[in-house]
């Protein structure tokens, strides 16, 4: 019928395989919900997009446009008469327009607001300052500073700065060219660009700076500035001050400044100058200027200087000095580059996308993890691998599969939002975000199974794991990309901090987006191959980082999960097993001098079977089903305690085709048996024989000919029995039609075919049901050896019975080691039995034996009125003097008859006799069970132990 050769590699991955695919089909509402998330999130953004698109194609963050009769509204203007322009646009709708000529403005000075103006306070030493009465009336004079080597060569060099004068030149149409001569200033706010000079259009008036401000010509008038604006013009007094070194300068200039003084008292200066060794054959000059204004807000921090215009005052200042009134240089006016329209788009994606994107990648490492922790938690693995499966195809195939799954769900995440248009994802190549994406993934699985090693509880792992997600998330978004920005931070700190894969994610996102948002404002391509070598591009050394780390969270992995998880097995430095020496007999002393005194108390039978056990090993092929070899565990004590000896040497055979029930009280060490039987744990010395192969070294081989039945039902949840059993039986080699037909009999046998049952999800079974399904998991197969942990426990006596109708039938070509707290079981399904207490068998052999060598007694329950107890009890004396009441209660007494001192018939005409003399409600006699034995074996052992 089946197939005795182990299963194939192949055929063990495609198994796996197949239980995967099953058990993602119930997880469809899983699997959609989860496909649903980034999809939900890039129809967001989609929409979100397009909310600011309509918001952006608003006139506010358009080139300015008025209708040519001024007075239609824009909206409703036909596009003939639209005339759009900078002159027609505020500074922000200016950097929107297309500027082929961009307009001359007069260069002017940095002029402090009147109530700054410096004047006279008691913090300076200074009295040629203007008086503070000044500042009520907005009228302070500004004040420049000089000083030289030579006083007299600076004092008339500077006094040729200012005219007295103010003087329109006649260019035509550009009036502000005419004022070129004058020395203009503004104390507005620079821009960034010089489309627009702020000075013309803001209300502020422009000032021209003179040495002298009094009579009618100096009064000031208004003009209209390109942009359209009436700008008012007014005089202001200028006067230039002799300081006696750069220190005092200094000294003053900080001083003005800003908390620059005790009183808190703003003094601020136009500019100052130092002429340094400059005389009539040379020309050296220091200039001060004040580049803190509109520092305020971050977008405007790289302003245009206002200085050009004092260079050129004093350069001019000089030449005059040299040569005379009649010589000028005239710095006309400054005038930005032209430049083509520039189109203002917020592409939401790539700017939202690095903190968004992050939590979509980072959601499918919970469900990887869980998936994991979950077949640790329910042992799951442990099972599978007693059943055949071996870490090979374990391995592989749960990678695969969370592999395939992971590119199926960032396929569907970057395919719906390229679909949809968003920019970081159309923008950027294909190719590098694909080779982004599946290092990426590749590296969330091999964390997840690192990781796993460290959970043996889902729910723990998966608050856990999704803490962790957001977490990483949030710290990406607020706190990494602030060092990644901050150039000043040291790029080695950030390259440490993307060792973390989150934030190497995040990095990755990040600089996509980066590309996307640069190639959307400047017309240009996203990120491209090429682009990879650039400095400030930190994904190629992101892929690096993630690659490198794969590779060596894969191994670690695995080694961890060798290791630690399925433990036992292996030592920790498997990997050198070559280098390593074996001692197995370390640190035994003491255990062996234990059991020579434990030898000299063993029982003939126990005696017997060592006797036998090492007969079979000399034979030269051990072909018996089951041969421990002196087998035994010792748990080191911790804390101080003693060592625990669960196991102490076990001499143990069973042949093919016999049942060895295995009894014993709780903590007895059966489990530590079995564990060491089904590799969980390894024997501390001796070892045991199945199938002749060594449990030690060939634990592989055995798994491929063993069924367990374990303690608890280990099952996935939502498999059906029937997906249960065609798993384990592809496991065990078995395929096609006579997979099906094991199944369908298996199923049948333990009655779980009828009424829909095998293929309910075992979620729903009854402990019964799953009792039922786990003893058909150990059979399915056909294996040589089964061990099967109190099987019948929690059935229904129907259960049950069938239970051991099919139990007797499997055992005719197999051993089973099957343990039990139930003696009808044992009875019932047992051809030998092995009464085990503190770690060591007290006995061997069928339960007439054992009732014949152990219970040497009959019982008699005898039960009266309480006055006639004693009458009973002298009845008893009687027959036997050695008789033994055991048990007393309100009239019913029992009592212990040595077999050998008395016959039935007597028994029966004794009481026949006392009957007569008073009333017997009830009598019996019986012969001891297997329950006696079982309790008078466990008393002597016990008694031992505590003597010993
Ligand atoms: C200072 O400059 C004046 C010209 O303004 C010159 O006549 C005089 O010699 C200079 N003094 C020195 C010490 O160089
Ligand atoms: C500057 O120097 C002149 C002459 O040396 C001196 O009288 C004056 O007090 C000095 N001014 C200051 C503020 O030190
Ligand atoms: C420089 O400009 C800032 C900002 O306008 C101002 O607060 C400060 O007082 C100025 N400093 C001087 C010395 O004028």
């Not at 699997?31 to 649903?36: A, F, P, Q, S, Y």
């Not at 400030?536 to 892929?543: C, D, F, P, S």
């Not at 061990?787 to 197999?814: C, F, I, T």
Request: glycine fraction near 8%; hydrophobic fraction near 40%; include cysteine.
């Amino acid at each position: 019928m089946a197939n005795s050769a182990s299963a194939s590699f192949f055929t063990q991955a495609k198994a796996l395989l197949l239980k995967n695919i099953t058990f993602q089909k119930r997880n469809v509402k899983t699997n959609v919900r989860l496909i649903l998330f980034p999809a939900v999130l890039c129809v967001l953004l989609f929409v979100l997009q397009l909310l600011f698109d309509t918001q952006l194609d608003k006139s506010k963050f358009k080139c300015g446009c008025v209708c040519a009769d001024n007075r239609t509204q824009i909206s409703q203007c036909p596009n003939s008469e639209k005339r759009c322009g900078v002159q027609y646009s505020d500074f922000f709708q200016a950097a929107m327009c297309p500027i082929p000529n961009p307009v001359e403005w007069p260069p002017l000075l940095q002029l402090p607001a009147p109530p700054n103006r410096a004047v006279r306070t008691g913090f300076l030493p200074f009295f040629d300052l203007p008086d503070a009465s000044c500042r009520r009336t907005d009228s302070c004079p500004l004040s420049l500073l000089f000083t030289g080597e030579n006083h007299s060569f600076a004092l008339s060099v500077s006094e040729k700065m200012f005219r007295s004068t103010l003087s329109i030149s006649d260019f035509g149409s550009n009036f502000l060219a005419g004022l070129a001569v004058n020395v203009l200033g503004s104390e507005s706010k620079p821009e960034r660009n010089n489309f627009i000079e702020p000075a013309f259009s803001s209300n502020l008036p422009i000032y021209y700076l003179q040495t002298n401000c009094t009579g009618t010509e100096n009064s000031g008038f208004s003009f209209p500035s390109p942009t359209g604006e009436n700008n008012e013009i007014k005089c202001a007094l200028a006067k230039n001050l002799w300081r006696n070194s750069s220190t005092d300068i200094n000294s003053e200039l900080y001083k003005g400044y800003q908390r620059g003084n005790s009183e808190g008292q703003i003094n601020e200066i136009v500019s100052a100058f130092d002429f340094l060794n400059s005389n009539g054959n040379r020309y050296n000059v220091g200039i001060w200027y004040n580049s803190t204004y509109h520092q305020d807000t971050e977008y405007t921090a790289n302003a245009l200087l206002r200085v050009p215009r004092s260079v050129n005052l004093i350069s001019n200042s000089y030449l005059q000095f040299l040569l005379g009134p009649g010589t000028k240089i005239i710095f006309e006016f400054v005038k930005e580059m032209p430049k083509p329209e520039t189109i203002f788009r917020l592409d939401i994606s790539s700017i939202v996308g690095p903190l968004f994107f992050t939590w979509v990648i980072l959601q499918l490492f919970p469900v990887i993890l869980t998936s994991l922790v979950y077949e640790k938690q329910q042992k799951l693995r442990i099972m599978m691998k007693m059943h055949g499966l071996g870490d090979r195809p374990y391995w592989m195939i749960s990678y695969g599969y969370f592999l395939v799954t992971s590119v199926i769900y960032m396929l569907c995440f970057v395919i719906f939002g390229s679909l949809l248009g968003l920019k970081i994802f159309t923008a950027n190549d294909y190719s590098i975000q694909f080779v982004f994406y599946f290092i990426y993934i590749n590296l969330q699985i091999a964390l997840a199974f690192l990781v796993a090693t460290m959970f043996s509880n889902v729910k723990t792992a998966t608050v856990t794991a999704y803490i962790g997600v957001f977490g990483t998330g949030l710290l990406g978004g607020f706190l990494f990309k602030f060092f990644v920005q901050n150039i000043s931070f040291p790029r080695g700190w950030i390259i440490l901090m993307e060792l973390y894969p989150g934030f190497a994610l995040y990095r990755g996102l990040y600089e996509l987006a980066q590309f996307s948002i640069q190639g959307n404002t400047r017309g240009t391509d996203g990120m491209k191959w090429h682009n990879l070598s650039e400095s400030t591009n930190g994904m190629k050394a992101v892929l690096i980082i993630m690659f490198a780390e794969w590779i060596v969270m894969l191994f670690a992995a695995f080694y961890i999960d060798q290791v630690l998880t399925l433990g036992s097995r292996k030592g920790p430095l498997f990997l050198l097993k070559g280098f390593q020496k074996k001692s197995p007999f370390q640190k035994l002393d003491t255990q062996m001098q234990v059991s020579k005194e434990l030898s000299q108390m063993e029982k003939p039978d126990v005696i017997q079977e060592k006797e036998k056990v090492e007969e079979l090993l000399l034979e030269p092929t051990i072909n018996h089903a089951i041969l421990c070899d002196d087998l035994r565990k010792v748990y080191p004590g911790r804390d101080g305690n003693p060592d625990k000896f669960a196991v102490r040497g076990l001499f143990l055979s069973v042949p093919p085709g016999e049942c060895f029930g295995m009894l014993g009280p709780n903590g007895a060490g059966k489990t530590s048996f079995i564990n060491m039987m089904i590799g969980l744990t390894k024997p501390t010395s001796g070892t045991a024989f199945v199938q002749g192969l060594d449990i030690r070294t060939q634990m592989g081989g055995i798994y491929t000919t063993m069924g367990v039945c374990p303690q608890h039902d280990l099952l996935w949840d939502n498999l059906t029995g029937r997906e249960h059993l065609l798993f384990y039986g592809r496991l065990k080699n078995l395929r096609g039609s006579v997979l099906t037909q094991a199944v369908e009999d298996s199923l049948k046998d333990l009655n779980l075919f009828h009424g829909g049952v095998a293929d309910k999800q075992v979620g729903k079974y009854s402990g019964g049901m799953k009792r039922r399904l786990s003893v058909a998991i150990s059979l399915i197969g056909d294996p040589k050896i089964v061990y099967m942990d109190e099987p019948s426990s929690g059935l229904d006596p129907a259960s049950r019975k069938r239970l051991w109708s099919v139990v007797k039938h499997a055992k005719q070509n197999r051993a089973i080691i099957l343990t039990t707290h139930s003696m009808e079981e044992a009875e019932a399904l047992c051809d030998r039995l092995g009464i085990f207490v503190n770690g060591s068998l007290q006995c061997v052999g069928n339960a007439k034996e054992l009732k014949a060598r152990y219970g040497g007694t009959y019982v008699l329950t005898v039960t009266t009125s309480s006055e006639h107890e004693k009458d009973v009890e002298n009845m008893v004396q009687k027959l036997t003097p050695n008789a033994n009441k055991i048990y007393h209660l309100s009239g019913t007494q029992k009592f212990e008859l040595p077999k050998e001192d008395v016959r039935i018939s007597d028994v029966f005409q004794a009481v026949d006799v006392a009957k007569r003399k008073f009333t017997v409600s009830a009598w019996g006699l019986v012969d001891t069970t297997l329950e006696d034995v079982f309790i008078k074996v466990a008393r002597e052992a016990q008694a031992f132990d505590t003597l010993s």
